[in-house]
């Protein structure tokens, strides 16, 4: 028996080279949608290790005890674009820290957008 010649064979090969790139295209952008989702994570829990070392510092040394706490606790790549925006109050103590999205893994370069994370606590009273 002979094969009909010019059949569909290799057509699976070609059809998968034509959907290769959007396959790739949106790995690509999920993964940086986990970045971004992380990036929010990250900012969070810095304002909270911030603000809880403020709470304990005076207040004139609040504001530095608060920067070294909440970046303290970033990874390099992460502190990079990291800020602590403020630390303040008087009987409940906020800070608020801004960490810059990067584009596909940190360390890189960032977006524009900056997110920010949030955090307050009472202040600690010592007697």
């Given at each position: 028996?002979r094969?009909?010649?010019?059949?569909?064979?290799?057509?699976?090969?070609?059809?998968?080279?034509?959907?290769?790139?959007?396959?790739?295209?949106?790995?690509?952008?999920?993964?940086?949608?986990?970045?971004?989702?992380?990036?929010?994570?990250?900012?969070?829990?810095?304002?909270?290790?911030?603000?809880?070392?403020?709470?304990?510092?005076?207040?004139?040394?609040?504001?530095?005890?608060?920067?070294?706490?909440?970046?303290?606790?970033?990874?390099?790549?992460?502190?990079?674009?990291?800020?602590?925006?403020?630390c303040?109050?008087?009987?409940?103590?906020?800070?608020?820290?801004?960490?810059?999205?990067?584009?596909?893994?940190?360390?890189?370069?960032?977006?524009?957008?900056?997110?920010?994370?949030?955090?307050?606590?009472?202040?600690?009273?010592?007697?």
């Amino acid at each position: 028996m002979r094969r009909p010649t010019g059949g569909d064979r290799g057509q699976v090969s070609i059809e998968f080279l034509g959907m290769a790139p959007l396959i790739v295209l949106t790995l690509v952008l999920m993964w940086q949608c986990v970045l971004v989702g992380y990036a929010f994570t990250l900012a969070g829990n810095a304002a909270d290790e911030g603000v809880r070392a403020g709470t304990a510092a005076p207040r004139g040394e609040r504001f530095g005890v608060c920067e070294q706490a909440a970046l303290g606790h970033l990874s390099g790549a992460w502190r990079g674009g990291a800020r602590v925006e403020r630390c303040d109050g008087t009987g409940y103590v906020t800070a608020d820290v801004a960490l810059k999205v990067p584009v596909l893994f940190p360390g890189s370069i960032d977006f524009p957008v900056t997110v920010h994370g949030h955090a307050g606590a009472v202040e600690e009273v010592k007697r």
